[in-house]
């Protein structure tokens, strides 16, 4: 039975002058190409099977596991996302924040090494075991920010990472988030970089806060961003260990999702 593959020419001509940087001169050269490597990423991102069931028309399911394990190293697949998510001329003028759940399977216990489970972003909320995933997104295609934490941890916690990324962004007017979001240390910390708190005020704030309702109309742009990355049953189910193993799944699938539409509109 063949294959579907994704990769175009025109996305691999995009892919290659970085995949070409990331290259060490010496050593001879992979018999696996950079082509089938990523094709072999989304196949296992998109269908979730272990690696070692990986089809033999992808090569040896190690040789494959060992060339994402060094692109995660050199950082690739983070320089990939931020190439292709961040690459518009325009500056960030508008962010959406929110959060998901993403239930862990059984698989993704014990990381005894690399600091040990607790520092892989696990955790027991009232769905049983799970980790959160944290975004900022430009558009329902285009992520600026990610953060993993337990599924446990309140969606206040995910914002601080988020905004540490974000704090780059001298150009940004609106923060646009739902009623979770709602403290004064959030609202504080947008007033202080002079951002504006599209946030609409909790059932029991007494103090009445207003929020622009025409740019929270367009917060479905970040839940419509989950919705692509939960098409993927690698992001939708967490299988791996390693919180680092997931943000590679999550970078190269949002890169992917940019990246053809990029060149379908091109």
Known sequence: ??????????????????????????GAPPRLSDRLIIEAVLYQARTGTPWRDLP??????????????????????ARLWQQRQQGDDEPLKEVFIASTIVRAHQHAAGAVKNGGQEAQAPGRSRGGFSTRLHVACANERTG???????????????????????????????AVMDKAYDSKGIRQTLVDQGVEAVIPARSNRIETIHHDQEKYKRRQQVELFFNKLKQVR??????????RTVLAFVHVVSAWSTLRSFVNTA
């Not at 690698?234 to 919180?243: N, V």
Request: hydrophobic fraction near 40%; proline fraction near 2%; include cysteine.
């Open 234 to 243: 690698r992001i939708a189910t967490r299988y791996d260990k390693l919180a």
């Open 144 to 174: 600026v920010s990610v953060v993993l934490t337990g599924g446990e941890r309140h969606d206040g916690v995910g914002c601080e990472l988020l905004w540490k990324a974000l704090s780059s962004s001298p150009a940004l007017e609106a």
């Open 1 to 26: 039975m063949a294959l579907r593959l994704l990769i175009t020419d025109a996305v691999c001509s995009t892919l290659e002058p970085l995949l070409r940087e990331s290259k060490h001169a010496a």
């Open 56 to 77: 033999d028309e992808f090569g040896h399911w190690n040789a494959v596991y060992q060339r994402f394990r060094r692109w995660e190293k050199r950082h690739l697949r």
